[in-house]
């Protein structure tokens, strides 16, 4: 029989990981953000709606999230667009 990982050592391990971060330079970021058109492909899982909250914070002027399934939590300030991606930015996409 194999052995189990450690029940405590594999919380650990996980706590570790979610609480890292990554570093914003938070000017540079709401400088670049700030008034401009951005749009997440994908924003519905995990990670693209932590990315949502995130530039919400940084004052876009539209905030676009596209994804094949809605997400399980809105974001306030996002409008969500369902489908495929060509049709979101101006209806360019093929099929």
Known sequence: MAAQ?????ELDRYLSVQERGIPV?????????????VLV?????CIGT?????L????PSVLLSGAD?????????VRYLRGRAGHWVGGCGHG
């Not at 330079?25 to 058109?37: F, L, W």
């Not at 492909?41 to 899982?45: F, I, L, R, W």
């Not at 919400?56 to 004052?59: F, G, P, V, Y």
Request: glycine share 12%; charged share 25%.
């Open 50 to 54: 932590e990315l949502l909250r995130t």
């Open 69 to 77: 399934t809605p997400p399980a939590q809105s974001v306030v300030g």
């Open 25 to 37: 330079p938070e000017q540079e970021a709401e400088a670049a953000i700030r008034g401009r058109r």
């Open 5 to 9: 990982p450690d029940s405590h050592a």
């Open 56 to 59: 919400a914070h940084l004052r």
């Open 41 to 45: 492909t994908g924003g519905s899982g």
